[in-house]
C-alpha cells in the first residue's frame, strides 16, 4: 500500500530524524537519490546540460547538491537563483567547486532552449497560492523547452496537502519525492504536473505515524479484501445485491448496474424497477420484482439510484438495515438527517457535479478540492463516500485515511461507466466488505478493467462490466 503524509507530518518526522543524524545528512540523502533520478533519465551524464533553479529553501539546496554531483560527473551545469541572497549557503559552495556556474535569470532562456535537463528546485512542500511573480516566467520557459523537467519533492505551485492548483505551476516529466508521497502528488489537479513520480528513502518511514493521511491500495491489498468462494457457500452466503434502478426512458442504467453486481461476484441480483423487461433479456439469471423493495425478498445490501430519473426509490432502500449504495439520481435531494440516522453503511458514489449539488457549491469547486470536498461530504452526511472522476477518492465520516484510486484510464469517461462501478460496489458490499473496503476495491477493479477493455482505445459500459473478471484474476495473481 502506497501512503503520503502531510506537511506537517513529514517535517515533523524530519526534525525528529534530523536529531539524531549528523548536521546536513538528510539533505545529502535526498540530494545523492535527485542525483542518481536525473542519471538515470539523462543515460548518459557526460557532455549533458543541466539547468538548475534554485529557490530559498530546502528544495534549492537539495537541487544545489545533486547539481554538484552530476557536475563531478562531467555534466555542464548552471544554476539560477531565484533569491540570491536567501540561497543555501552549503549547496552553493558544493556547485561550484564541482564546476558548477551560477547565471543571471536573463540568461535562463538560452541554457534552457540547450538544456538536456531542468531541475526544478524552486518552492518546498510548504509552497501556496502558485508561483511568484518573478518565478513564473522561468517556470514557462522551462515548460516551453526541449528538456526534461525534474522536480524536487513536488512540482513548484502545487499544494502539498490538497493537490490544489491556485496559480502557475511548473509541470514535470518526473518527481522525485522525498520519504513518503504528499497527498499533492497522488489527487487530481495537481497529480497531472508530477509526470512520473519516483520515491527515495531517506530513512522518514521510522518516524512516521502508523496512520497516513492518504493511502493507495495495490495488488496485495485488494487481493486480500477480495471475497472467495468457500466449499459450503451458495448464492445467499456469496451475497445478494438488490438493485433499484433504470426507468423507461433509462433502461440500459439498469441493465448496466446489474451486470458490474453480476461481474462483481454476486451470488444473486434481485432487480426492482421499470426496465426489468431489458434486463431478463440481457441476464436471464437476475431475479426481479415489480413491487417495491421491502417486498423483492431477502437482499445483503442494495444499490439505488443509476437511471431512476425522477422516481427516485431511495428512502424506502435507506430505511432498510442492510448495506445500501446511493448512486446518481438516488443522490438528487438526499436528505442527510435520514443517512446519518441509519444504522448500517451507507455508500455515496457521486461524481462532481453531483457533489457539488450536496454541497451547495459550484462544481469547479469540488474538481479544485477534491480532497476537502470528499472529506466534507462523508462528514456531512455520516456515510462513505466515493467521489468519482480523474482522481477517485473514498472517504469515512470518521475522517480516517482517504483512498486515493490508482487504477483506471481516461477512457472511462463514457456513459454508463459510473453504473457498472455502483453494481460491483455493491455486490462487494453484500458479500460482507465494509463500505470503505468495497469502495476502493470496486474503484480500484473498475479502473483495471477499464484498461483491459480500452486497450488504448475507445471503449464502452458494456465493455468495462465483462472485463471485470480478467482484473479480478490479475489482481488474484
Given at each position: 500500500?502506497?501512503?503520503?503524509?502531510?506537511?506537517?507530518?513529514?517535517?515533523?518526522?524530519?526534525?525528529?530524524?534530523?536529531?539524531?543524524?549528523?548536521?546536513?545528512?538528510?539533505?545529502?540523502?535526498?540530494?545523492?537519490?535527485?542525483?542518481?533520478?536525473?542519471?538515470?533519465?539523462?543515460?548518459?551524464?557526460?557532455?549533458?546540460?543541466?539547468?538548475?533553479?534554485?529557490?530559498?529553501?530546502?528544495?534549492?539546496?537539495?537541487?544545489l547538491y545533486a547539481g554538484a554531483r552530476l557536475a563531478r560527473r562531467g555534466a555542464g551545469v548552471s544554476a539560477v537563483l531565484l533569491a540570491p541572497e536567501r540561497t543555501h549557503g552549503e549547496g552553493l559552495t558544493a556547485l561550484r567547486r564541482a564546476g558548477g556556474r551560477v547565471v543571471e535569470p536573463g540568461a535562463a532562456e538560452a541554457l534552457m532552449h540547450r538544456?538536456?535537463?531542468?531541475?526544478?528546485?524552486?518552492?518546498?512542500?510548504?509552497?501556496?497560492?502558485?508561483?511568484?511573480?518573478?518565478?513564473?516566467?522561468?517556470?514557462?520557459?522551462?515548460?516551453?523547452?526541449?528538456?526534461?523537467v525534474v522536480a524536487v519533492d513536488l512540482p513548484s505551485g502545487i499544494e502539498a496537502d490538497t493537490g490544489e492548483v491556485r496559480g502557475a505551476a511548473l509541470p514535470a516529466?518526473?518527481?522525485?519525492?522525498?520519504?513518503?508521497?504528499?497527498?499533492g502528488l497522488l489527487i487530481d489537479p495537481a497529480r497531472e504536473y508530477a509526470g512520473a513520480v519516483r520515491l527515495v528513502d531517506i530513512g522518514l518511514r521510522g518516524a512516521l505515524p502508523a496512520e497516513p493521511d492518504l493511502e493507495?491500495?495495490?495488488?496485495?491489498?485488494?487481493?486480500?479484501?477480495l471475497p472467495e468462494p468457500g466449499a459450503a457457500s451458495d448464492k445467499y452466503r456469496r451475497g445478494v445485491v438488490g438493485v433499484v434502478a433504470g426507468s423507461v426512458r433509462y433502461p440500459g442504467a439498469a441493465v448496466l448496474a446489474v451486470a458490474g453486481a453480476l461481474h462483481g461476484g454476486a451470488g444473486a441480483v434481485r432487480y426492482v424497477g421499470s426496465a426489468a423487461e431489458a434486463v431478463i433479456a440481457r441476464f436471464?439469471?437476475?431475479?426481479?420484482?415489480?413491487?417495491?423493495?421491502?417486498?423483492?425478498?431477502?437482499?445483503?445490501?442494495?444499490?439505488?439510484?443509476?437511471?431512476?430519473?425522477?422516481?427516485?426509490?431511495?428512502?424506502?432502500?435507506?430505511?432498510?438495515?442492510?448495506?445500501?449504495?446511493?448512486?446518481?439520481?438516488?443522490?438528487?435531494?438526499?436528505d442527510a438527517d435520514a443517512?446519518?440516522?441509519?444504522?448500517?453503511?451507507?455508500?455515496?458514489?457521486?461524481?462532481?457535479?453531483?457533489?457539488?449539488?450536496?454541497?451547495?457549491?459550484?462544481?469547479?469547486?469540488?474538481?479544485?478540492?477534491?480532497?476537502?470536498?470528499?472529506?466534507?461530504?462523508?462528514?456531512?452526511?455520516?456515510?462513505?463516500?466515493?467521489?468519482k472522476g480523474s482522481t477517485t477518492l473514498v472517504a469515512d465520516a470518521d475522517r480516517g485515511p482517504v483512498r486515493v484510486n490508482p487504477t483506471g484510464t481516461p477512457w472511462l469517461a463514457t456513459a454508463g461507466s459510473g453504473d457498472v462501478l455502483?453494481?460491483?460496489?455493491?455486490?462487494?458490499?453484500?458479500?460482507?466488505?465494509?463500505?470503505?473496503?468495497?469502495?476502493?476495491?470496486?474503484?480500484?477493479?473498475?479502473?483495471?478493467?477499464?484498461?483491459?477493455?480500452?486497450?488504448?482505445?475507445?471503449?464502452?459500459?458494456?465493455?468495462?462490466?465483462?472485463?471485470?473478471?480478467?482484473?479480478?484474476?490479475?489482481v488474484q495473481r
Open positions: 500500500m502506497r501512503t503520503a503524509y502531510s506537511v506537517e507530518t513529514v517535517r515533523a518526522a524530519e526534525r525528529e530524524l534530523m536529531a539524531r543524524l549528523p548536521e546536513g545528512a538528510l539533505m545529502q540523502r535526498a540530494a545523492a537519490g535527485l542525483a542518481a533520478a536525473c542519471a538515470d533519465l539523462l543515460g548518459r551524464v557526460y557532455g549533458s546540460r543541466v539547468v538548475l533553479l534554485v529557490g530559498s529553501g530546502d528544495n534549492g539546496g537539495d537541487a538544456a538536456d535537463l531542468v531541475i526544478d528546485g524552486i518552492v518546498g512542500i510548504g509552497g501556496k497560492g502558485g508561483l511568484r511573480p518573478e518565478a513564473a516566467p522561468l517556470a514557462e520557459l522551462a515548460a516551453d523547452a526541449r528538456a526534461a516529466d518526473l518527481t522525485v519525492t522525498f520519504g513518503t508521497h504528499k497527498p493507495a491500495l495495490q495488488h496485495a491489498d485488494v487481493a486480500e479484501l436471464p439469471e437476475t431475479l426481479v420484482s415489480d413491487g417495491s423493495p421491502a417486498k423483492a425478498g431477502r437482499v445483503q445490501a442494495w444499490v439505488v439510484g443509476p437511471g431512476l430519473g425522477d422516481s427516485t426509490g431511495a428512502d424506502e432502500v435507506l430505511a432498510s438495515d442492510v448495506p445500501v449504495l446511493v448512486d446518481a439520481d438516488g443522490l438528487r435531494g438526499l443517512v446519518r440516522a441509519r444504522r448500517a453503511p451507507t455508500l455515496l458514489t457521486p461524481h462532481a457535479g453531483e457533489a457539488a449539488a450536496l454541497l451547495g457549491v459550484p462544481r469547479e469547486r469540488v474538481e479544485a478540492a477534491r480532497l476537502d470536498s470528499v472529506r466534507e461530504l462523508a462528514a456531512r452526511y455520516g456515510a462513505t463516500v466515493l467521489l455502483s453494481g460491483l460496489a455493491g455486490a462487494l458490499l453484500a458479500a460482507g466488505l465494509d463500505a470503505r473496503d468495497a469502495g476502493s476495491v470496486a474503484a480500484y477493479l473498475h479502473g483495471l478493467a477499464g484498461r483491459y477493455a480500452a486497450d488504448g482505445a475507445p471503449l464502452t459500459a458494456s465493455g468495462i462490466a465483462g472485463a471485470l473478471p480478467d482484473a479480478w484474476r490479475d
